[in-house]
C-alpha cells in the first residue's frame, strides 16, 4: 500500500511539472525572431571558403551527415560524380570524395 502511495504522488509531481511548464508558452524571442535566454547551444566550427583548398581533407567535424547536402539541384549545384558529396558548410559549398573526404571542388555562397 506504502509503495503505491509514493507511485501515485510521483506520477501526480511529473503531471503538475508538466502543466505548469505547458503554462509558461514558448519562450521569449529577441527582434529577429530568434530565441532569447540563455539556453544551451551547439557551435560548430566556422571555416569560411578562403580556408578550403582543393586536395585537403575535410576535418573530421564536418563528416557527418549535417552537413551532406542530398538538395544539391535547389541550390544550383551540379550533380556530384559518383563516390562524391556537396557539403555545405557556413553558407559555402564544398565537393569531397566520400573515400577519403578530399575537396574536389568549392563553390563560395552568397556573403
Given amino acids: 500500500m506504502n ?11 511529473f503531471a503538475g511539472v508538466s502543466a505548469f511548464a505547458i503554462a509558461a508558452g514558448p519562450p521569449p524571442q529577441d527582434e529577429g525572431g530568434q530565441m532569447a535566454g540563455t539556453g544551451r547551444q551547439q557551435v560548430m566550427p566556422s571555416i569560411p571558403h578562403r580556408d578550403w ?35 555545405g558548410v557556413n553558407g559555402d559549398y564544398v565537393l569531397v570524395s566520400t573515400n577519403n573526404w578530399t575537396i574536389s571542388n568549392i563553390v563560395a555562397g552568397n556573403e
Wanted: proline share 7%; hydrophobic share 35%; aromatic share 14%.
Fill in 53 to 87: 583548398h582543393k586536395g585537403q581533407r575535410v576535418p573530421a567535424e564536418y563528416r557527418n551527415y549535417n552537413f551532406m547536402m542530398d538538395d544539391w539541384r535547389g541550390h544550383g549545384l551540379n550533380a556530384p560524380p559518383r563516390g562524391h558529396k556537396w557539403l
Fill in 3 to 13: 509503495n503505491r502511495f509514493v507511485a501515485q504522488l510521483v506520477a501526480l509531481s
